[in-house]
């Protein structure tokens, strides 16, 4: 069965400066693998996804994420982080064995200091 | 743009009450979910359709149901409201059955039972 962690809880950085969330997952083969984000009080947007290809998938409002088959991971950066970027972050994870089975992780709420 | 609009943002409701929760996409997705989100836990599946009267149990249907007697419309039923289903609620929708295709978000239904 698929599974998805966001080890980190709640992130602060910097305006202006780098950010990197991070997402494990465990899955036998390849994952589908989701960024969503999620402003306060609002439903989650796509940020990015990965299914095949290249393994730097680049997104919406200027992230990044880069799959790395050998760790298991997927994590998404942003070179320089703007006030509004504030907000939750989801990663999840999907299996082509199951139209429904998407996992989320538990999220990483990512809080910007001026 | 995907529009998936959940009609009730805020309910205060009181133990023992029936509850639905309605969400309504407008992009003739076959595929509608209903998740629950708690701090901590993220986005758990409590029912899936994959298309008109069609439904499967996610990971917690235990004291909900649904109804999908047309394509755009799903409902979420809570038949005896509990203090524990006191939570965020988040439909969404998707085109066709690939797991690698978007999921669209609504805004979110705030249930406090009381």
């Known amino acids: 069965a698929q599974s998805v962690t966001q080890p980190d809880i709640h992130i602060t950085v910097s305006e202006g400066a780098s950010l990197e969330l991070r997402c494990n997952y465990s899955y036998g083969a390849t994952p589908y693998l989701f960024w969503y984000v999620q402003s306060p009080g609002q439903g989650l947007q796509l940020l990015l996804k990965?299914?095949?290809?290249?393994?730097l998938v680049q997104g919406i409002k200027g992230f990044e994420a880069e799959f790395k088959r050998s760790q298991s991971s997927f994590n998404l950066r942003k070179p320089s982080v703007h006030w509004s970027d504030a907000a939750e972050y989801f990663c999840a994870v999907g299996a082509d064995s199951s139209a429904s089975k998407i996992i989320f992780g538990s999220g990483t709420r990512l809080s910007i200091r001026p | 743009d995907v529009k998936v609009t959940q009609s009730s943002r805020y309910l205060v409701k009181r133990t023992g009450e029936k509850v639905f929760l309605e969400c309504v996409q407008d992009?003739?997705?076959?595929?509608m979910f209903w998740y629950r989100q708690d701090p901590g836990l993220g986005l758990r599946l409590i029912y899936f359709s994959y298309d008109v009267k069609m439904k499967e149990k996610g990971d917690i249907p235990e004291g909900y149901s649904v109804s999908r007697e047309k394509k755009e419309r799903f409902s979420l039923i809570l038949e005896s409201a509990s203090t524990n289903q006191t939570s965020m609620y988040l439909c969404?929708?998707?085109?066709?059955?690939?797991?690698?295709?978007?999921?669209?978000f609504g805004e979110g239904s705030w249930l406090t039972v009381v």
């Open positions: 969404a929708s998707r085109h066709g059955g690939d797991p690698g295709n978007t999921i669209y």
């Open positions: 992009m003739d997705h076959e595929n």
């Open positions: 990965y299914f095949s290809g290249d393994t």
